[in-house]
């Protein structure tokens, strides 16, 4: 069984940093694409970033220049380096990764629990 574990998230005041971490552990052959999601109180989740086995990145406008996704596939752990932190990127945060369990399989999507993330003002 796959799992994703998220790390890294607490309080910040605005303008600071924080850097998430999410390990996938299990047995499994190989993860595709990884993602962060956020979901704020009331709100919707939505996709922040993603990140191809390959490494090419799509980030949401809204973090675009504060935001950094990597990955060490050898780790299989995906990371998020947040800078500039405001009082609008508090949400809970979730990693995403399609992950493959043989190579005679498809990809199945598996979700880490989420870390929260608060900034205040």
């Known amino acids: 069984q796959v799992q994703l574990v998220e790390s890294g998230g607490g309080l910040v005041q605005a303008g600071g940093s924080l850097r998430l971490s999410c390990v996938a552990s299990g047995v499994f052959f190989n993860i595709n694409a990884m993602c962060w999601y956020r979901q704020a109180l009331g709100k919707e989740r939505e996709l922040v970033v993603v990140?191809?086995?390959?490494?090419?990145?799509n980030y949401a406008d809204s973090v675009k220049g504060r935001f950094s996704i990597s990955r060490d596939n050898a780790e299989n752990t995906v990371y998020l380096q947040m800078d500039s932190l405001q009082p609008e990127d508090t949400a809970a945060y979730y990693c995403?990764?399609?992950?493959?369990?043989?190579?005679?399989?498809?990809?199945?999507?598996?979700w880490g629990r989420g870390t929260q993330v608060t900034v205040s003002s």
């Open positions: 990140i191809t086995s390959g490494g090419i990145t």
């Open positions: 995403y990764a399609g992950v493959r369990a043989s190579w005679k399989t498809g990809y199945n999507n598996y």
